[in-house]
């Protein structure tokens, strides 16, 4: 087997996690997903999706990888020989593929958007935002090459390993990124919308909450965490011994939620103050925030600043899709990393190129009123992540051998232990079930 790589510092390991966590998640697709769901209410339930659900199941990720130091199908090999759960881990490699697929093309956006900005284009007097972005992702070609040049940028960092190139990207962009959101913070409180807007983000209706509403909110929790799909496996799986994978979910956990709970604060008084619908979808954010940098100060500074801090955000979270694909590839066909990663390159742009006609040329093209783009979404944030996750506690908690799950687990500190007993409850009984029942519950109420 060739040598796999670590990650080398423990603050090298919580930046590279969170920034796989940290992404289009919680900056694109969750202020646009708590708009159309009633705001407050879809928060409430995610915030406590996040920490019922998505703590331990990140946990139960973390000690299947570190454990077998495994890409994620061979983790269970190694844990479970001869049996079928290996194909958990297939499954997700699957879905990183598929998620893969739409990712790229969003993350192409936002590098056309910075490129705009960059060189003047996005903040000339007069231009109309949602007719500039409805233009910009109907065109055939640019959104395509934009896509590839993103498949392009992952996949050389991606060849250059683990520390020397996933761990040293995220050290820089990860800490730039959180001083560029609450600058843009602190500006968006001082809008006209912001008590509004505050008001939709925080104060939970309590007459929205539906199963759908909430069967939304655990897959955005999920789509948030990078959980269900073995990239939490793959990642820890190049943790040292002397991690401590309670501390490390919980940081990697604390900050993803901070960082959503942020954009929101960024968007939802925009939204309000320019009058733009929170219902607005995926566009959401490309409509509404280059109204709030054209009002600001220097406003070429502030979006080039904010499509760069976007970029970056949706690039790290590419890379460990993309390394997802990659180690299991590499592994599992002994084929170099670089090889691996091409043939990743290959299959994802031609998920790309149907992802990004599905807003023009492929638009009604559609099966059960959803596009490619919705399909890819949805199959894989609203069922294959849940089903994933759900799938993953149900081995540790009932699969794996008891004293290695206390081992791995076992923290620093008294209150780590008093915790673990508590853990494998939830990783026991609750999380299978509640993911079960809202899974339930949504498709009957569909
Ligand atoms: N968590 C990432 C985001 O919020 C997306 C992602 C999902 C990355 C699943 C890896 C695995 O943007």
Known sequence: MQQRGNFSSKLGVILATAGSAVGLGNIWRFPYEAGSSGGGSFLLLYLLFVLLLGVPVILAEFVVGRSSQRNASAAFQVLAPNTPWHWVGKMGVLTGLLINGFYA?????????????LTGGLMESGVDYQTLFDKMTSDTWAPIGWMLVVMLVAHTIIRKGVSGGIERASKILMPLLLVVMLVLSVHSCMLAGAPEG??????????K?????AFRA???????????????ITYSSYFKQDVD????ALQIA?????????????????VFTFGVEPEAGPGLVFKVLPNVFAQMGYPFVWSSLFYLLLSIAALTSLISLHEVVTAYVSETWHVSRRWASWSVVGVVSVLGV??????????DVQLFGRTFFDWLDFITSSVFLPLGGMLISIFVAWKLDRSRLENELAGKGRYAKAVLPFLIFILRYIAPVAIFVIFITSIIGA
């Open 198 to 207: 505050l008001k939709f983000l925080f104060y939970p209706d309590f007459s």
């Open 218 to 232: 655990l897959g955005q929790a999920f789509f948030s965490l990078s959980l269900g799909m073995g990239c939490l």
């Open 105 to 117: 093309v969003v993350t192409g956006w936002t590098f056309a958007y910075l490129f705009k900005s």
């Open 245 to 248: 994978l309670q501390r490390s």
């Open 209 to 213: 909450i539906t199963p759908t509403v």
């Open 254 to 270: 604390l900050l993803d939620t901070l960082v959503a709970i942020i954009a929101g604060i960024i968007i939802f008084p925009a």
């Open 354 to 363: 149907f992802s990004s006609l599905s807003f023009g040329l492929l638009k």
